[in-house]
């Protein structure tokens, strides 16, 4: 894929209709800031590759078929500022499982959108870690629990979706705070 683009910093082919994976050579784009595959028909696991990507600062991957969790070197991405997986059949550590904690490491992450997937379980505490975060969508998933306190400490949450999950208990009085 980047064997002739070696210097590209953004490809933008979302809304196509574009299938198969997602090339393993994608790690040859060492200046790729901003890779954007969205509304498409890609399908199988996110390539582990992406977290080869040292510069990505956005990554669009919603509305497409990827499945599976989420490749662990993909938290390698740590100037990541975007991170758009919703509406795929993405899970924690199986096929359905709970959100990474590993998250929690994006600190200079705006904005996140794992919404319409398979995650399962409580929101980790580890994405508290998340003090930029402006926006966090997690609805349409099966998270359980009670809504985390913590959601209120996040000092630039302006909106926050948490719809249709399995969410139990009251709402915490922290989350006035946002």
Known sequence: MCDNLPNIEALDISANQLSGQIPPNIWKCRYLQELELSINHFNGKIPSEIGSLSMLKELYLGL???????????WKCKHVEILYLNNNNLSGYDLAGPV?????????LRYLDISSNSFTGILPFELSKLRRLKVM?????????????????LPQLEKLYLYTNKLSGSIPHSIFNV
Do not use: D
């Open 64 to 74: 497409n078929n990827f499945r599976g969790q989420i490749p662990l070197n993909v």
């Open 100 to 108: 990474s904690p590993h998250l929690g490491n994006l600190s200079f």
């Open 137 to 153: 969508n997690v609805g349409a998933n099966s998270i359980t629990g009670e809504i985390p306190t913590w959601l209120g400490n």
